[in-house]
């Protein structure tokens, strides 16, 4: 049974209270018995028992759960530096999409890469994540829009879940109508709706149904069906919503009880209201926004009527090809005006409800899953405030070691 000493803050970031209430504990120790946490507080309350036991030192740094990535499109193949030049010098996202490259073009190399290929590229994005402090992570499918793709996709996810460390959660994405259906969208709709997401659900390849409702995507109508469907298949909602206009997507989240709704760039006062109504997670993904030169998610606005709001990277080739969740967080704070505390809270505990796991994972209290991170900073406002990329962060997940550097 470990004990971890000499931590010079230990973020707890249990749910209770508002966003920016992470329930620290200055020189605190926290204990574990295999992957689950045994006692987190203050060193000199350390019951007796747990004196005995293997001790590590943290060093006087700062401790938090593990990060958790609740909103990232993990497995593609290729890149989209190009489009990213192309918005740089003045064309829309919408009009590079239009001319055959966005989704699409993903869409296209996915299809055609190996399986192999593409966990190989995913397995090593979830060890640079790692190395970020992240334990548990969301991932969608989306870049196949065909059958056999989507499964491939899904796949993967699920072998990847049964050999890694880091816990995985996977949703079915209906991204975009792919482009040989486009003549029959209501056929395609269709076929989502009887054939692909009841299989999807039968086969337990997905926890979550999301759906990209947006101009070039889906419409509100088309994003009800599907995801009513994946509800009755067992599948929980979540939405792209609001992500480059005011569609609707926060309210269509709200009426389904949704568990989250993402993006949200342009969130109406009445799509707040609706998501504080429902209780329905806000997830803001600032790189993205700043990648597509978006006002970001009014978090200021949500957090104040009292809306849980999430952080996530979004990784994906076109919005989001950095997988950076700190750097994530860090955004939040400079574009959106969010403290160091309530990014943090919206990186764990907050996080883990929009994914279904906030039982298990996103906070450090006993019962909870052994998953933190040891971050060279003295608390986390020092740790967001001198943001350093190569700053050292030490990643446990289940009670054991996921990054290389050892503890004394
Ligand atoms: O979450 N908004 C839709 N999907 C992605 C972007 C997908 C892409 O450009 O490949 C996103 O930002
Ligand atoms: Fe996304």
């Given at each position: 049974m470990p004990v971890l000493l000499n931590i010079g803050q230990l973020a707890t970031c249990r749910a209770d209270?508002?966003?920016?209430?992470?329930?620290?504990?200055?020189?605190?120790?926290?204990?574990?018995?295999?992957?689950?946490?045994t006692w987190a507080g203050p060193a000199p309350a350390l019951p007796a028992h747990l004196h005995e036991q293997e001790t590590l030192d943290a060093g006087g740094r700062l401790v938090i759960p593990g990060l958790v990535d609740c909103h990232t499109h993990l497995a593609f193949a290729g890149w989209r530096a190009d489009e990213f030049e192309r918005r740089l010098r003045g064309e829309s996202y919408l009009e590079i999409a239009r001319a055959g490259g966005g989704i699409e073009r993903t869409v296209r190399e996915t299809r055609a890469a190996s399986a192999e290929a593409l966990r190989e590229r995913a397995t090593a994005t979830l060890d640079a994540m790692a190395c970020r402090g992240v334990t548990t992570v969301e991932c969608k499918s989306g870049y196949g829009l065909d059958g056999e793709t989507e499964i491939k996709l899904l796949e993967i996810y699920r072998t990847i879940a049964n050999t890694h460390r880091q816990r995985l959660l996977t949703t079915f994405l209906a991204h975009a109508v792919p482009p040989e259906h486009r003549a029959h969208r209501a056929?395609?709709?269709?076929?989502?709706?009887?054939?692909?997401?009841?299989?999807i659900a039968r086969?337990?390849?997905?926890?979550?149904?999301?759906?990209?409702?947006?101009?070039?995507?889906?419409?509100?109508?088309?994003?009800?069906?599907?995801?009513?469907?994946?509800?009755?298949?067992?599948?929980?909602a979540k939405v792209h919503a609001d992500q480059l206009s005011d569609s609707g997507g926060a309210s269509l989240a709200a009426r389904l009880g949704a568990v989250s709704a993402d993006h949200?760039?342009?969130?109406?006062?009445?799509?707040?209201?609706?998501?504080?109504?429902s209780g329905t997670v806000a997830v803001s993904l600032p790189i993205a926004s700043a990648v597509l030169g978006q006002p970001p998610m009014p978090a200021r606005s949500l957090i104040d009527a009292g809306v849980p709001v999430g952080v996530a990277t979004d990784y994906n080739p076109g919005?989001?090809?950095?997988?950076?969740?700190?750097?994530?967080l860090w955004l939040a704070?400079?574009?959106?005006?969010?403290?160091?505390?309530?990014?943090?809270?919206?990186?764990?505990?907050?996080?883990?409800?929009?994914?279904?796991?906030?039982?298990?994972?996103?906070?450090?209290e006993a019962g909870k899953a052994a998953d933190f991170a040891l971050v060279d900073a003295s608390d986390v406002l020092d740790w967001l405030y001198r943001f350093r990329p190569d700053g050292r962060i030490d990643t446990w997940a289940g009670g054991t070691q996921l990054t290389v550097t050892t503890l004394r």
């Open positions: 209270g508002g966003q920016r209430e992470i329930h620290t504990v200055d020189a605190a120790a926290l204990a574990w018995d295999g992957g689950t946490i056929g395609y709709v269709d076929w989502l709706c009887r054939d692909l997401i009841p299989r086969e337990h390849l997905a926890s979550f149904c999301d759906v990209f409702v947006e101009d070039g995507a889906f419409s509100i109508e088309e994003g009800k069906a599907i995801l009513e469907t994946g509800q009755r298949s067992g599948l929980r949200l760039e342009h969130i109406s006062p009445q799509g707040i209201a609706h998501l504080r109504q919005s989001a090809p950095s997988h950076d969740l700190p750097l994530a704070c400079t574009l959106q005006r969010m403290t160091p505390a309530e990014a943090l809270k919206g990186a764990t505990v907050v996080a883990a409800r929009a994914c279904g796991v906030e039982v298990e994972v996103g906070s450090l």
